[in-house]
């Protein structure tokens, strides 16, 4: 039994033309009605797409009409519903971050790929860093760290020489961001579970923001970071070229 489809599509004249072009040839229902939602862009508009239509809980299906596309399949506009019927689905968790600012206030967030935190002026960071209550590093200096997801390893995470870590291998990357002290720390590999909380030493002088993929709180004083297991997101991939495929296929690449 096919599907209803909805298609949510960027703004480049590539999607754009794309979207035309699928509506010519699918009948497609609205997002609210739909089965799968067909995202039409890149990486970044995948992620979009994801965050707004997180609470449907409906499989997102991406194809590359953009740069980079590692969430995406390849665009066609043939025999799309047979792809979809055919494709192999990943749920992902996403982070989710709850950030405190110097003024006292408190905001939450979502992260797919990675939750980051960034100092805001010339002075570096100082942080310190508890997992699970228990202090694991008294204080770090640094420009930042992040903590990443399985899926958004091969993104921010491993531009700051953070592991690729394969989906289903129950970790999360933590990933200083130019670190001066300690000296050489590449990060750590912890469990999915765990709860990673970072207390920036001299917050209103060594001022930091934190980042959850598109929402920055600027001025934290704490963020803490774990699984959100309330929410799952699912993502549809073609057999021949699915995700456990890619972020291996990424650990080879130059």
Not at 13 to 20: F, G, N, Y
Not at 39 to 55: E, N, Q
Not at 116 to 144: P, Y
């Amino acid at each position: 039994m096919n599907k209803t489809i909805a298609f949510a599509a960027s703004r480049s004249k590539e999607a754009q033309t794309a979207l035309k072009s699928l509506r010519e040839h699918y009948d497609v229902v609205s997002a609210e009605k739909a089965d799968v939602i067909v995202a039409l862009g890149g990486d970044g508009f995948m992620l979009r797409t994801i965050h707004k239509y997180m609470d449907r809980k409906v499989p997102i299906y991406g194809m590359n009409c953009g740069t980079v596309g590692f969430l995406m399949n390849a665009f066609s506009k043939k025999n799309l519903l047979k792809r979809i019927e055919k494709s192999e689905a990943y749920d992902l968790h996403p982070l989710v971050m709850e950030a405190k600012t110097t003024d006292g206030k408190t905001e939450t967030a979502l992260a797919v790929n990675e939750v980051s935190l960034l100092r805001q002026t010339r002075t570096a960071a100082k942080i310190r860093i508890e997992v699970d209550g228990v202090t694991r590093m008294k204080e770090m200096i640094c420009d930042g760290v992040m903590v990443a997801t399985p899926a958004g390893s091969t993104a921010y995470n491993f531009s700051a020489h953070g592991p690729i870590i394969p989906l289903g291998a129950g970790v999360l990357a933590l990933t200083p961001i130019s670190v001066f002290r300690p000296r050489r720390w590449r990060g750590a590999l912890l469990p999915h579970d765990a709860a990673i909380t970072f207390h920036i030493i001299d917050a209103k002088e060594r001022k930091v923001s934190a980042v959850a993929d598109h929402t920055e709180v600027r001025r934290v004083s704490r963020v803490t970071v774990r699984e959100d297991r309330d929410h799952t997101i699912r993502l549809l991939f073609d057999p021949e070229h699915n995700m456990e495929e890619r972020v291996l296929k990424e650990q080879f690449e130059s």
